[in-house]
Structures are given as C-alpha cells and as structure tokens.
C-alpha cells in the first residue's frame, strides 16, 4: 500500500504516505466550491510532475557524473471542460549550477526530465508545456 486517503468533510481530505508516515492534505479549489486553503487534488498533479521531473533529472545526473545543483521551479496548472480535467501543465524548472552546461549534458537532463513516469502517466490531450531556463539565461521548450 502506498497511502491511506480519508474523506474529512467539508471538501478535505488528509493523506498519510505508508512507509515514511508524512502527511498531506487538500482541499477543493475556489472554483470547484472550495475554500482553496490546501492544495487540490489536481495541485498536487501539476506539483507531481516538476518533482518527478527534478527527481528524474537528479538521477541522470548522478549516472553521468553531472554536477547539478538546485532546481527551482514555477507550475501552473490550467483547467479545461467538458469533461472538467487538467488541461495544460506549464513548468519552468530554472537549473541553477555550473556556468555552462555542454549541449550533451542538457540533452541527457531535459530527456530524463521528458520522460518522467508522471510526464508519461498523464492524458495524451494534456498539454505539457515545459521550458529549462539554463544558468546564463538560455532556455529550450
């Protein structure tokens, strides 16, 4: 078992992560009839996929021997209709570290980050519009 997940009322709920015992809790978003005090479910989505994203990026990184420092990054998430879903994911993950990073090496990274499991378990209609702002100030979508 992975987590156990209880209905509290009130639009909330509270989570508890089997092996590590952390907690999270959530709450419906304002347009949704909640009072947006927690994340929402599809917060948590949104957030899931910039960490899986780091996270994946963390461990290239580690096999190939590139210096990779912190990663900051910026998430927002658009709602789409008909039926009510995550319509488009937007991550801008800054790499901070070395001054330069080599083409291969910001390749073997920004493919690591496009092929995280959350990034591949999403809609195919889900737009992932993701962009790495490399030290220096260049980026690639």
Request: aromatic share 4%; net charge negative.
């Amino acid at each position: 078992m992975t987590a156990k997940v209880v209905y509290e009322g009130n639009l909330h709920t509270s989570a508890r992560h089997i092996q590590s015992g952390s907690m999270l809790e959530t709450d419906a978003p304002l347009d949704n009839g909640g009072k947006g005090e927690r994340f929402s479910p599809t917060d948590l989505v949104a957030t899931a996929l910039a960490s899986c994203m780091c996270t994946l990026m963390g461990i290239s990184a580690r096999g190939h021997n590139i210096a990779l420092g912190r990663i900051d990054c910026e998430v927002e998430k658009v709602m789409a209709g008909g039926p009510r879903r995550i319509g488009e994911i937007k991550v801008n993950l800054f790499i901070q570290g070395p001054a330069t990073y080599s083409d291969h090496e910001r390749s073997i990274l920004e493919r690591a980050a496009l092929t995280c499991p959350v990034y591949e378990s999403l809609a195919a209609d889900c737009i992932k519009t993701v962009l790495f702002i490399w030290p220096g100030g260049s980026d690639n979508a």
